[in-house]
C-alpha cells in the first residue's frame, strides 16, 4: 500500500534518482523531475500529491518558486526544500514564505524519510480531521451548534453560505435560542477569523454609556474620561462586531450606526478626527424589528442596512426533535467540568423533557442539565433529579433530600410552615452543602448571580466566611 505520493524537483540527474529510490523503498508513489517547470505543470494537472521536495537552486525555476505556487494553489500539500547552499538566511527565508522542513546537502537519505514520514502523516491526520468534522457538522450541528432537525440542518447550510460572504446579517429568535452561538460560527468560517469577535449586549449598556462603548471616547471628554478609550469598532477592526439585541438602541445611536456603517469610520467621543474602521457587523434581537419600524421605534434605513441577510432561529419548542442530542452534549460537558460520572439520560427524564414547551429555550434546557448533573450521584439522570419546579409540577419526594429546597416539616409538626425568608435560607444551605462550599457552583445551581449569593450570605451571618457548607439549621 503507497505511503503517499511526492513530487521531486532536482536539476541533477544523479541526486534525482538517489532521492527517487530512497523513498520509493519505503513505499511512496514518486514523480521526479529535471525540469522545475514541466514538474509544475504535471502537480497543477492531476490530484492526491501530498507532499513536494523540490531542490532550492535550478535553472530557470528556483525553489522558493515552486514553493510559493505550490501553497498557492493548494495550502495544505508539504514541501520540503532540499539545497547545497544551506544557511540560517535562506532556512528563515523558506520557512516565511511557508516551507514545511528544511535538509542541506548531501542528503542523508535515512533523514529524508524521517522528514517526508512526518510531513505526509501530518497531512493525513488534518485531512481526516477536516473529513471527520465536516461529517459531524452534516449530522448533528455547526461549530458549537447542535442539532438534527430539518429546520437546524437548513440554518447550518445558511450559515455556511453566508459566513463565505462579507455581507451584513441579522438573526432574529427568542431569547435562549443560540443567536450568538450563529454569530460565533459564522465570523469562525469567514476570512476574518484571524481577527476578533466582539459581542456586545446593546440591553445591558445604560444608554449614556453606549455611545463611548460603541465608538470611544477621548481624554476628557467627560466626567472621569481620564484616559482615552478606543470603542468597540475599533476594538474590532478587521474582525466582527455581534450586536446583540439591537432593537434596544436608543434613536440618537441608531442614527450615529447608520452613519458608521455607511462611511465605515468612527469618531470618538470628545473627539473630531473621522477613524477608519473595517467591521462586519452581525446584528441579532429577540423583537420583531419591522413592527419596531412601524411602530417608530426604530430607523428603517437602518432596518434595512441591518438586514441585507436574515437568519431565522426557531424555538426549542418547535424542533423537539434536537432536544436528546442537546441534553446528551450539555450532559457530557458539565459531566466532565463537575467530575461527575454522568453518562446519559434515563427514558422517563427524555420524555418529560420532550413533553415541556422550554419557554427559555435552549439557554434554560443547558442550565437544568447543569442542576440535574451536580446533584446526581451514579451513571444516568433520573426523575428525581429534576428540578421541583420544572414545569410547574410537584417535587418527588426522593429529590427533596437530593437538591435545593429545605427539608420537609418533622412529623411531630404538620402544622409548621417554613417563612419564605427561611426557606431562601435553607435552599441556599442546601446547594452550598451540595456542591462542596463552592459559592460560584452553588449560585449556578440556584439560578441566581455570584454577587447575589455574597450578599445573602451576609444577610444570614455568614458575610464571606469560607468554604464549609453551614449545617442544616432545624425547623
Not at 514541466?38 to 490530484?47: I, V
Not at 528556483?62 to 500539500?77: C, F, H, T
Not at 432596518?303 to 441585507?308: D, E, I, T
Amino acid at each position: 500500500m503507497a505511503q503517499g505520493t511526492v513530487l521531486i524537483f532536482e536539476d541533477e540527474s544523479e541526486n534525482l534518482r538517489s532521492l527517487t529510490r530512497a523513498l520509493e523503498k519505503v513505499g511512496y508513489t514518486v514523480r521526479g523531475f529535471q525540469d522545475p517547470v514541466k514538474g509544475l505543470e504535471y502537480f497543477h494537472s492531476c490530484e492526491g500529491v501530498d507532499m513536494v521536495v523540490t531542490d532550492l537552486r535550478m535553472p530557470g525555476l528556483d525553489g522558493m518558486e515552486i514553493l510559493r505556487q505550490v501553497k498557492k494553489a493548494d495550502p495544505s500539500v508539504a514541501v520540503l526544500l532540499v539545497t547545497a547552499f544551506g544557511s540560517v538566511e535562506s532556512a528563515v527565508q523558506a520557512m516565511k514564505v511557508g516551507a514545511d522542513d528544511y535538509l542541506a546537502k548531501p542528503v542523508d537519505l535515512y533523514e529524508l524519510r524521517s522528514r517526508v514520514s512526518s510531513l505526509v502523516e501530518k497531512r493525513r491526520l488534518s485531512r481526516e480531521v477536516d473529513e471527520l468534522k465536516a461529517r459531524l457538522d452534516e449530522r448533528f450541528g455547526f461549530e458549537n451548534l447542535v442539532g438534527t432537525s430539518r429546520p437546524m440542518v437548513e440554518l447550518f447550510k445558511q450559515t455556511r453560505t453566508v459566513a463565505a460572504t462579507r455581507a451584513t446579517v441579522l438573526i432574529r429568535g427568542e431569547s435562549g435560542t443560540g443567536k450568538e452561538l450563529i454569530a460565533n460560527a459564522i465570523h469562525q468560517h469567514s476570512d476574518r477569523k484571524r481577527g476578533r469577535f466582539l459581542p456586545l449586549n446593546c440591553a445591558a449598556i445604560p444608554p449614556n454609556l453606549m455611545e463611548s462603548e460603541l465608538f470611544g471616547h477621548e481624554k476628557g471628554a467627560f466626567t472621569g474620561a481620564d484616559r482615552a478609550h478606543p470603542g468597540k469598532f475599533e476594538q474590532a477592526n478587521g474582525g466582527t462586531l455581534f450586536l446583540d439585541e439591537v432593537a434596544e438602541l436608543p434613536p440618537d445611536l441608531q442614527a450615529k450606526l447608520l452613519r458608521v456603517l455607511e462611511e465605515r469610520t468612527v469618531t470618538r467621543v470628545g473627539g473630531t478626527q473621522p477613524i477608519p474602521v473595517d467591521v462586519r457587523i452581525i446584528a441579532a434581537t429577540h423583537r420583531d424589528l419591522g413592527a419596531c419600524v412601524r411602530e417608530g421605534r426604530f430607523r428603517e434605513d437602518l432596518y434595512y442596512r441591518l438586514k441585507v441577510v436574515e437568519l431565522a432561529v426557531l424555538p426549542l419548542r418547535e424542533r423537539r426533535e434536537d432536544v436528546p442530542l442537546l441534553v446528551q452534549a450539555f450532559l457530557t460537558q458539565f459531566a466532565a467540568e463537575h467530575g461527575k460520572a454522568v453518562r446519559r439520560a434515563s427514558e422517563p427524564v427524555l420524555r418529560a423533557f420532550a413533553a415541556y414547551t422550554w419557554p427559555g429555550n435552549v439557554r434554560e434546557l443547558k442550565n437544568v442539565v447543569e442542576r440535574m448533573v451536580v446533584f446526581c450521584d451514579g451513571e444516568e439522570l433520573e426523575e428525581r433529579h429534576l428540578p421541583a419546579d420544572f414545569g410547574d409540577r410537584p417535587r418527588p419526594a426522593a429529590a427533596a433530600a437530593r437538591t435545593m429546597e429545605p427539608a420537609p416539616p418533622r412529623p411531630e409538626a404538620p402544622q409548621a410552615v417554613l417563612p419564605l425568608g427561611r426557606m431562601e435560607r435553607e435552599a441556599i444551605f442546601a446547594a452550598l452543602r451540595e456542591t462542596g462550599g463552592n459559592k460560584t457552583q452553588a449560585a449556578r445551581v440556584l439560578g441566581i448571580g455570584l454577587r447575589t449569593l455574597h450578599r445573602k450570605l451576609k444577610e444570614y451571618g455568614y458575610g464571606e466566611r469560607p468554604t464549609a457548607a453551614p449545617e442544616r439549621s432545624q425547623p
